[in-house]
């Protein structure tokens, strides 16, 4: 008989975490998609917390991966899929701190949604990637942001590429 998942209390940042929330070492995500969501969860705590200026930590993120040049154009490329994403939602997204050790190791559901889409686009599983994007942006049009997933992804498919020659 299943057992229902309790939501558990997060020592360091001391709030429950939700029942759909997964440790991102449980799932099987690449150091490219790593940087991806890293890099977003700046910016959603840019847009919660303005005062903290994370956007700045948004930009540098991706360079660690893809250089001084292209790093802040992927970083772009990330701030316009969460700007779609923020335009086709009505209510809170939640996601975990990324500034915070203990938290920043889970993926809440709604990050999990955002990324899933972006992962199925990668895969070529387009279907897939809408059905995410649709469960992501509340059933309201998802066009626009699964455009702005599709520029990234082509964005680091490129660099992919580069470092497969």
């Not at 920043?104 to 387009?126: D, K, P, Y």
Request: negative net charge.
């Amino acid at each position: 008989m299943p057992t229902s998942r309790k939501p558990t209390v997060d020592a360091c940042c001391n709030r429950a975490q939700e029942t759909q929330a997964t440790r991102l070492d449980d799932t099987d995500f690449c150091e490219q998609e790593l940087i991806i969501l890293q890099t977003a969860r700046y910016f959603f705590d840019s847009f919660a917390h303005p005062q903290g200026q994370s956007w700045i930590l948004g930009f540098d993120c991706p360079g660690n991966l893809y250089g001084e040049v292209e790093g802040p154009r992927i970083a772009a490329l990330i701030l316009d899929s969460v700007q779609a994403m923020r335009m086709a939602r009505h209510s809170c997204f939640r996601f975990n701190n990324p500034h915070c050790v203990g938290c920043s190791q889970i993926l809440s559901e709604h990050e999990r949604l955002f990324m899933r889409s972006f992962t199925a686009l990668r895969e070529g599983r387009r279907p897939v990637a809408f059905s995410y994007a649709m469960l992501l942006c509340e059933m309201n049009p998802v066009d626009s942001f699964l455009a702005a997933q599709l520029r990234l992804l082509n964005a680091t498919a490129e660099r992919e590429l580069a470092t497969a020659s």
